[in-house]
């Protein structure tokens, strides 16, 4: 399929027939996942390939029993490394030099305080693994799979069942398998009522 055909055909899907994923369609998936770009080439996206059915209802449960999760073939646990932590930075950190300029001193500050680490960092790193999450759900839809993006977790009752060291978290998960329904198409703004040219002018 040519990139744009797979943009167009790319729906969430929630219903997925019993049919196992190809190794290689796997891998092609992983492979996409290595060449994702990152912020400052951090990689820190971590992947778990989830396709053990109890361990999957477990996860679904603590996904606010959204029970059709367990019905893909495959579930990445789409996570991010909180080894880094920006309260941990010298003042001429270029991380920490972007994030005031983008978010504010005071803001920043606040956050640095913030006596929960984890909590903390996992906001930081709350992006992570999106790009690369995309990048699966693109391929996946190129083998005519597909895919959803769930973020509506108990995010320490799923890092508790998948054994997480604390230096990890899971952020999403994203059930991929062959569709068994097909969405209808929803409606999408029109290209002029999203973007503007050179300054604001509405």
Request: glycine share 4%.
């Amino acid at each position: 399929m040519e990139l744009n055909d797979v943009i167009q055909a790319r729906r969430s899907i929630r219903k997925f027939k019993d049919r196992p994923i190809p190794q290689d369609v796997l891998d092609e998936m992983l492979e996409s996942v290595r060449l994702a770009p990152s912020a400052g080439n951090a990689q820190g996206h971590v992947f778990g390939i989830l396709q053990d059915k109890e361990l999957k209802e477990q996860v679904a449960r603590a996904a606010g029993n959204q029970d059709w999760i367990a019905s893909a073939p495959i579930v990445f646990a789409c996570c991010a490394d909180l080894s880094w932590d920006i309260a941990d930075q010298a003042e001429d950190d270029f991380g920490l030099i972007v994030n005031r300029l983008r978010f504010d001193n005071d803001f920043l500050d606040y956050l640095c305080r913030y006596p929960n680490k984890k909590a903390r960092t996992t906001l930081f790193e709350n992006a992570t693994p999106l790009i690369p999450m995309e990048h699966i759900f693109l391929t996946a839809v190129s083998h005519g799979l597909s895919a959803c993006f769930v973020g509506y977790l108990d995010i320490p009752k799923i890092n508790e069942i998948l054994r997480l060291p604390d230096h990890l978290t899971v952020l999403y998960l994203l059930p991929v398998g062959y569709p068994d329904e097909t969405p209808k198409i929803k409606k999408r703004k029109e290209v002029s009522a999203f973007v503007f040219h050179d300054t604001w002018k509405k």
